[in-house]
């Protein structure tokens, strides 16, 4: 049989002595008096959650503050939530500890590794998407079947990318709450997100097309604090909606500033034809500013780490978005044309240029080849009126 230790007594536990490390003595009925190399000795009582049956620990009280019969007392109340089916520290936080809470507390931490700009963005997605429905609930209460309800709303409006947003954020928000035991279970790693919600039909690259979600980039591209290199790749990206490719392996004597032109030769181009790109003033100016401060004696604008000889790696410029918060579902350095295309589809009446003029800025072939054949025009003064017009565009969300 077991050997059952004899309860204590205060005759007994002021005879216990400090030793160099930490050791307990039990009373029976899982509780126990801790001991201190500092001559600290408080209760405590251990049990077996029946919510996530694991062993846990719940301080009472420091000794003789906290007399032998009173942590008797809380002891008998403890065992009675158990037999309730109840895990004591869980009950315990719930009244405190609600999503919203939860949630701050999180981003909070977050912030430490994120730009400004993001972690902005992420209280306001909470604010508005998740706070008005479950903000005030008890994080630990809260159903699966609430979280894909409240999600239904935002696949209601129409907005997928939305839903990945809010549903990875939670994801993170309830992995923090597990991590500090503020709820017993992560609810979120239950929902099979493919199987819940619909999905947008995916055409292009994942990009943003929202004007503030735009702005939001823009800030936190400016606020990069990787290489400089990086930071003027993706901001040329999105100025020029060129290929990556051709980002990644400019070079200086593409480039006539003083005319504002980028030529490509035929080689460099997916579609094996040389192309000719006006530029805004607003890139004209910051590569101008870049070639006097860049230490870079290569003739590519952005070279690799490991050598100058070599054109920045195709990882660098989604591994920077990466940094900067933004998921590869949310948008990838392809999807900066995408974005140029869609806006500038959506405002023709601003800018008063053609679809073909559009086509012709990003280097896309005429689907008329017929037409194609005929068309010699480069078109140059309305690309550069439609170039100048999205930089000032980009320009003015962020002033």
């Given at each position: 049989m077991?050997?059952?230790?004899?309860?204590?007594?205060d005759?007994a536990?002021?005879?216990?002595?400090?030793?160099?490390?930490?050791?307990?003595?039990?009373?029976?009925?899982?509780?126990?008096?801790?001991?201190?190399?500092?001559?600290?000795?408080?209760?405590?009582?251990?049990?077996?959650s029946?919510?996530t049956?694991k062993?846990?620990?719940?301080?009472?009280?420091?000794?003789?503050?906290?007399?032998?019969?009173?942590?008797?007392?809380?002891?008998?109340?403890?065992?009675?939530?158990?037999?309730?089916g109840n895990?004591?520290?869980?009950s315990?936080?719930?009244?405190?500890?609600?999503?919203?809470?939860?949630?701050?507390?999180?981003?909070?931490?977050?912030?430490?590794?994120?730009?400004?700009?993001?972690?902005?963005?992420?209280?306001?997605?909470?604010?508005?998407?998740v706070?008005?429905?479950?903000?005030n609930?008890?994080?630990?209460?809260?159903?699966a079947?609430?979280?894909?309800?409240?999600?239904?709303?935002?696949?209601?409006?129409?907005?997928?990318?939305?839903?990945?947003?809010?549903?990875?954020?939670?994801?993170?928000?309830y992995?923090?709450?597990?991590?500090?035991q503020?709820?017993?279970?992560?609810?979120i790693?239950?929902?099979?997100?493919?199987?819940?919600?619909?999905?947008?039909?995916?055409?292009?690259?994942?990009?943003?097309?929202?004007?503030?979600?735009?702005?939001?980039?823009?800030?936190?591209i400016?606020?990069?604090?990787?290489?400089?290199?990086?930071?003027?790749?993706?901001?040329?990206?999105?100025?020029?909606?060129?290929?990556?490719?051709?980002?990644?392996?400019?070079?200086?004597?593409?480039?006539?500033?003083e005319?504002?032109?980028?030529s490509?030769?035929?080689?460099?181009?997916?579609?094996?034809?040389?192309?000719?790109?006006?530029?805004?003033?607003?890139?004209?100016?910051?590569?101008?500013?870049?070639?006097?401060?860049?230490?870079?004696?290569?003739?590519?604008?952005?070279?690799?780490?490991?050598?100058?000889?070599?054109?920045?790696?195709?990882?660098?410029?989604?591994?920077?978005?990466?940094?900067?918060?933004?998921?590869?579902?949310?948008?990838?350095?392809?999807?900066?044309?995408?974005?140029?295309?869609?806006?500038?589809?959506?405002?023709?009446?601003?800018?008063?240029?053609?679809?073909?003029i559009?086509?012709?800025?990003?280097?896309?072939?005429?689907?008329?080849?017929?037409?194609?054949?005929?068309?010699?025009?480069?078109?140059?003064?309305?690309?550069?009126?439609?170039?100048?017009?999205?930089?000032?565009?980009?320009?003015?969300?962020?002033?």
């Amino acid at each position: 049989m077991p050997k059952i230790n004899a309860p204590l007594s205060d005759t007994a536990i002021k005879a216990l002595k400090p030793k160099d490390k930490v050791y307990k003595k039990s009373d029976g009925k899982n509780l126990f008096i801790f001991i201190e190399p500092s001559g600290r000795k408080f209760f405590a009582f251990e049990y077996k959650s029946p919510v996530t049956n694991k062993i846990r620990r719940i301080a009472l009280g420091n000794y003789p503050d906290l007399s032998l019969a009173n942590a008797r007392v809380k002891r008998q109340e403890l065992m009675a939530e158990i037999i309730d089916g109840n895990d004591p520290i869980i009950s315990k936080n719930n009244h405190k500890n609600t999503l919203d809470e939860v949630a701050l507390k999180w981003l909070e931490i977050k912030s430490a590794t994120i730009v400004q700009s993001y972690y902005k963005k992420q209280i306001i997605t909470f604010k508005k998407h998740v706070s008005p429905y479950l903000g005030n609930y008890p994080i630990n209460e809260i159903k699966a079947t609430q979280i894909i309800d409240m999600l239904k709303i935002i696949e209601k409006n129409g907005n997928f990318e939305t839903i990945k947003r809010v549903f990875m954020l939670l994801n993170q928000i309830y992995k923090y709450a597990l991590t500090y035991q503020l709820t017993a279970h992560n609810i979120i790693a239950d929902i099979n997100f493919k199987y819940a919600f619909k999905s947008a039909k995916v055409k292009n690259y994942p990009t943003i097309t929202d004007e503030n979600e735009i702005r939001n980039l823009l800030i936190a591209i400016n606020e990069y604090n990787g290489e400089l290199k990086t930071k003027i790749a993706l901001k040329l990206a999105i100025y020029t909606a060129m290929r990556p490719f051709n980002i990644r392996h400019a070079s200086w004597d593409e480039f006539d500033l003083e005319a504002k032109i980028w030529s490509v030769k035929a080689l460099k181009m997916k579609m094996k034809e040389a192309f000719v790109l006006p530029l805004s003033d607003s890139v004209v100016r910051m590569l101008k500013e870049y070639r006097q401060v860049s230490l870079n004696d290569s003739g590519y604008l952005f070279c690799s780490a490991l050598s100058k000889d070599r054109a920045m790696s195709e990882n660098t410029l989604n591994t920077a978005l990466r940094r900067l918060g933004y998921s590869k579902d949310e948008i990838v350095s392809h999807g900066f044309r995408a974005m140029f295309s869609t806006i500038a589809n959506e405002k023709r009446d601003e800018h008063k240029q053609s679809i073909d003029i559009i086509e012709r800025c990003l280097a896309h072939k005429d689907k008329d080849k017929v037409r194609a054949a005929y068309n010699r025009a480069t078109n140059l003064s309305q690309m550069r009126e439609l170039m100048q017009w999205w930089a000032d565009f980009l320009d003015g969300l962020i002033i």
